[in-house]
């Protein structure tokens, strides 16, 4: 069973750097429950990096249970329908986030 912390650390190789140029973006993910945690995603100058903990200062956090973020990253659960479920919770900035997912894929 893939972990967060496994999806976070692959995160910079897999990121699309055609689709990171021009956007900045901090997002934390704040996930709850077995192997949870939290991230802190940064988007600058066509770069992607994770850093584990939290980071002031950041547009948005995010905020869900591991498991429901392990199934998103893997595609069984649509981020879309687990925002609108309540199983996603968005403190902050939405449209950071909205461009962040649209950069992931």
Known sequence: MTTPAEIFAKMPANADASKLMGVNATVV?????????????????????????????????????????????SGSLNPMMAFMSGKIKVEGDLNTVMKLQSIMG
């Open 29 to 73: 993910f704040d996930l709850s429950g077995d192997n949870g945690g939290q991230w802190t995603i940064k988007v600058a100058d066509g770069q992607l990096a994770v850093e584990e903990g939290a980071t002031a200062g950041a547009a948005s956090t995010i905020k869900m249970t591991s498991a429901d973020y392990v199934a998103m990253m």
